[in-house]
């Protein structure tokens, strides 16, 4: 029912700059709740940031806040994750997520999942 596919990844060094797009493609005309997350290797998935019940932004980790932004495109039905001062702890596969409740950090209630896009930091 719903379809996400992410782009925008790749290779930068630290201090660089990525933006990050996630295209939803829905089949039913209900909201849906949206998320950016990651998974680095070795390590368990992620939340980045969520968007709540009044359309903010739930960051999931104070590290996150002033270096990322997420906003969205209603009319290209596109989520965004602006990346900045990029770090080689950042490095990770970057997921969108989308669900029929509102999304929280563990992303428990994501019902869909992006084939992820990958961030690689380094110098």
């Known amino acids: 029912q719903v379809q996400l596919v992410e782009s925008g990844g790749g290779s930068v060094q630290p201090g660089g700059s990525l933006k990050l797009s996630c295209a939803v493609t829905t089949h039913t005309g209900r909201r849906i709740n949206m998320g950016w997350f990651r998974q680095a290797p070795g390590k368990g998935r992620e939340g980045v940031g969520v968007i709540d019940t009044d359309l903010g932004i739930a960051w999931c980790a104070d590290s996150l806040k002033g270096r990322f932004t997420i906003s969205q495109d209603s009319a290209k039905n596109t989520l965004y994750l602006q990346m900045n001062n990029l770090q080689p702890d950042d490095t990770a596969m970057y997921y969108c997520?989308?669900?029929?409740?509102?999304?929280?950090?563990?992303?428990?209630?994501?019902?869909?999942w992006g084939q992820g896009t990958q961030v690689t930091v380094s110098s």
């Open positions: 997520g989308a669900g029929n409740i509102v999304a929280t950090c563990s992303g428990s209630s994501i019902d869909y």
